[in-house]
């Protein structure tokens, strides 16, 4: 039979608005922090990364913040479009790459 | 960025029977692994695999079920064999690229469904 997976956690956004996705790491030796989108039908894309030595990165519209003291990763996105619908998921390196269960972001036109 | 292909994409395989996945580099990396994505979850890690010499797997992994092959720099695959619909998943190639840190890059990913 048809296996059921996991529902992924759902953020909705007008278009236009500013998304933030959040991500909650478990190992407090990582120190490298990775976000990746993974439109359906492809594999994940690299968005940003982030090292422990740093609390803020920007790259082209995404903000990446890392919060050490409570193991805390979040995404910005600003002035979502529609094309940034798709699941997001961080990654954690404490040696080897561990992913988080990742975000649906849908964004309503 | 390494640009990174798979075949075949997609797959509808019988149970019992074995699928080999290929993934190819259009140059050479460090490091190539491979990880699964079952329906609805995030990826998991089967195995780094190793240019000529055996796999390296994760718990939960086993040779015998995901024999995996990396005869050069550029090329590996994975086998998927005696399949059941539990390994019904995406099955994604990522490798490692040298000065580009230690983000894996992905491949497109096969989608397998056993039936």
């Known amino acids: 039979g048809e296996s059921v997976g996991l529902h992924l956690p759902t953020l909705s956004v007008q278009e236009g608005d500013n998304s933030i996705i959040n991500c909650a790491y478990s190992?407090?030796?990582?120190?490298?922090f990775i976000w990746y989108k993974q439109e359906s039908g492809k594999g994940p894309q690299f968005i940003i990364d982030i090292r422990s030595n740093m609390d803020k990165r920007q790259g082209q519209r995404v903000t990446v913040l890392l919060n050490k003291t409570v193991k805390h990763l979040s995404l910005q996105i600003a002035a979502t479009q529609p094309g940034d619908s798709a699941v997001y998921f961080c990654a954690e390196i404490p040696g080897k790459v561990i992913f988080g269960p990742g975000t649906s972001l849908s964004v309503i036109p | 960025s390494a640009v990174i292909s798979q075949k075949p994409s997609r797959d509808i395989c019988q149970r019992g029977t074995s699928l080999t996945i290929q993934c190819q580099v259009d140059?050479?990396?460090?490091?190539m692994f491979w990880y699964r994505q079952q329906p609805g979850q995030s990826l998991t890690l089967i195995a780094t695999?190793?240019?000529?010499?055996?796999?390296?797997?994760e718990s939960g992994f086993v040779i015998d079920k995901f024999p995996i092959s990396r005869p050069n720099l550029t090329f590996s695959t994975l086998t998927v064999s005696n399949m059941s619909p539990e390994d019904s998943s995406i099955y994604l190639c990522?490798?490692?690229?040298?000065?580009?840190?230690?983000?894996?890059?992905f491949g497109p990913g096969t989608r397998l469904t056993v039936t």
């Open positions: 190992n407090s030796a990582s120190d490298y």
């Open positions: 695999a190793n240019q000529g010499s055996e796999a390296t797997y």
């Open positions: 990522s490798v490692e690229v040298a000065g580009r840190g230690p983000a894996p890059y």
């Open positions: 140059s050479q990396v460090t490091m």
